[in-house]
């Protein structure tokens, strides 16, 4: 299959895109580097020393065989690029990490939450608007979030992206029919993901374009079997406050010797999934593209397991000997919930979960080992606040009302 990855540089998409590309796809990465400048901006620089995206790729090509295409371009932006590339192109499936991922970063200032919209929306609404442009039968495959679903602790498996309610109409007469599950954003990046569904269910019903919607639960890990073939293909680290995802800040904080920090009570339980399951969750959904109808969005929570914050800080402590920090938490939350969310549509295509108590925890401790003279302690701790309260919680400044 020919297969665009849009954000192929980063986190998950470079990984992503290896995997495509090692089971026999043609691939192509289109990026705009905002990722790598952002790292300028917050002045932190990833854990692992990852290499520009052209040696990369010149990398894979020299250990493989394989070639994987680059094109520099703002999904955001470039519109008229962006129907010339699927004019050109005309892949069979279109991968779209391409928005602003972080939660942190997206609250950071007035200035970091139009960013995000902008971005986010703008990149994806331009999306679906040029493959109905250019008339192709793309399949879309988005990068969503299990954050829409919120955190409440409501006893009940989140199901896959539907809700089924019944209602009477204004005879009493009952009627059934299932709505996306009311959304709960936390932040105004899981605002933009909301945000997505409505985009993705308007251009399904309206224009026929196949959608795949995969709400992801926090990815932990690093390394996949392919970034790990050569040290030019190595993978992204982020540990910092901004970009840094739990799991991975805790391993970073204890290979370093700083404490395990713990925002709040720690009883928030999150989903999780392992990056090596990350890049099969979307083989398997842009490989299965002939399932998805034309007309509804396939919904699919790309999880394997979810876990409390401070149980994970204790797994870590226990195993790396690290000590637990109880601090402010930035964000406005509940101090606990429970979560628990159906998988059964990805288990069906054949995914085999990658649980956390596997070896896989002491890999990625023996990653931060190895690089923890990169790291700047400085940018560990979590400052992006979400409203006054918490900045006065956290003793922050306030940005007032602009």
Request: aromatic content about 6%; glycine content about 8%.
């Amino acid at each position: 299959m020919r297969v665009l990855v849009l954000g192929g540089d980063g986190f998950c998409g470079w990984p992503s895109a290896l995997h495509l590309s090692a089971h026999g796809h043609h691939v192509t990465i289109v990026d705009s580097g905002v990722r790598r400048r952002i790292d300028d901006e917050l002045g932190v620089q990833s854990l692992t020393p990852i290499r520009p995206l052209a040696e990369r790729v010149r990398a894979w090509h020299e250990v493989t065989g394989n070639t994987i295409g680059t094109v520099a371009l703002d999904l955001a932006r470039d519109y008229d690029e962006l129907v010339d590339l699927l004019t050109t192109e005309r892949p069979d499936a279109v991968v779209h990490f391409a928005e602003q991922r972080a939660a942190p970063y997206s609250m950071k200032s007035p200035s970091h939450k139009r960013y995000t919209i902008d971005n986010n929306l703008n990149g994806t609404h331009n999306l679906l608007a040029a493959v109905v442009q250019t008339g192709l039968d793309a399949h879309v495959v988005h990068l969503g979030t299990m954050g829409v679903y919120g955190y409440e602790s409501v006893p009940v498996d989140l199901p896959e992206g539907y809700l089924t309610v019944t209602y009477p109409d204004r005879n009493g007469d009952p009627h059934t029919r299932d709505i996306l599950y009311p959304t709960q954003p936390g932040s105004v990046y899981h605002l933009t993901k909301s945000l997505d569904q409505l985009l993705f269910q308007f251009y399904a019903r309206n224009d026929g374009v196949r959608i795949t919607d995969l709400h992801q639960g926090i990815v932990w890990g690093t390394q996949t079997d392919d970034t790990a073939r050569d040290g030019r293909l190595i993978n992204r680290f982020d540990y910092d406050g901004d970009y840094g995802t739990v799991l991975n800040r805790f391993l970073v904080q204890a290979a370093v010797g700083h404490p395990l920090t713990v925002h709040g009570t720690g009883g928030q339980t999150r989903a999780f999934i392992n990056i090596r399951d990350t890049v099969r969750c979307i083989r398997l959904a842009v490989e299965s593209g002939s399932e998805v109808s034309a007309s509804r969005v396939r919904v699919m929570n790309q999880v394997t397991e979810t876990h409390r914050v401070t149980d994970l800080a204790e797994l870590v402590a226990a195993t790396t000997g690290a000590t637990v920090a109880y601090l402010p938490n930035p964000r406005a939350e509940a101090d606990e919930n429970d979560l628990d969310a159906r998988n059964d549509q990805l288990l069906g295509l054949g995914l085999t979960p990658t649980r956390l108590a596997t070896g896989l925890l002491t890999e990625s401790v023996d990653i931060a080992q190895k690089y923890a003279t990169r790291v700047d302690t400085s940018r560990i701790p979590c400052t992006s606040a979400w409203n006054d309260t918490r900045r006065a919680a956290t003793g922050e400044p306030s940005i007032g009302r602009r």
